[in-house]
């Protein structure tokens, strides 16, 4: 079993920064790549951004490359979500995933899930 809390969300304004954080607890979590998906009121999950287990692979949705960006820390069970130049469309409830593929994170299938935290931009 993997265990994923979410944190780092908040309310900010158009233009500001906020860096989430997704920490693991159970299983050797360096051996897993973690994805990051949001979901909007009224809208369906969607991907974010993904990181293989030694970060050789990542993703991003075309929505926020160039304004996010993935990294982790394996020695402190640890994938951070670096989101710059933040949008009110980027409000959401952020999620992190994790299971032992890269195509399974990247595909919406992960066996775990943390509970989300809540990424707010008002205009």
């Known amino acids: 079993q993997v265990q994923l809390v979410e944190s780092g969300g908040g309310l900010v304004q158009a233009g500001d920064s906020l860096r989430l954080s997704c920490t693991a607890s159970g299983r050797t979590f360096s051996n897993y790549a973690v994805a990051w998906f949001r979901q909007a009121p009224v809208k369906e999950r969607v991907f974010v951004a993904a990181?293989?287990?030694?970060?050789?692979?990542?993703d991003y949705a075309d929505s926020v490359k160039g304004r996010f960006t993935i990294s982790r820390d394996n020695a402190k069970n640890t994938v951070y979500l670096q989101m710059n130049s933040l949008k009110p469309e980027d409000t959401a409830v952020y999620y992190c995933s994790a299971d032992l593929q890269y195509l399974t994170v990247i595909s919406d299938r992960s066996h775990y899930w943390g509970q989300g935290t809540q990424v707010t931009v008002s205009s």
């Open positions: 990181t293989s287990w030694n970060v050789g692979n990542t």
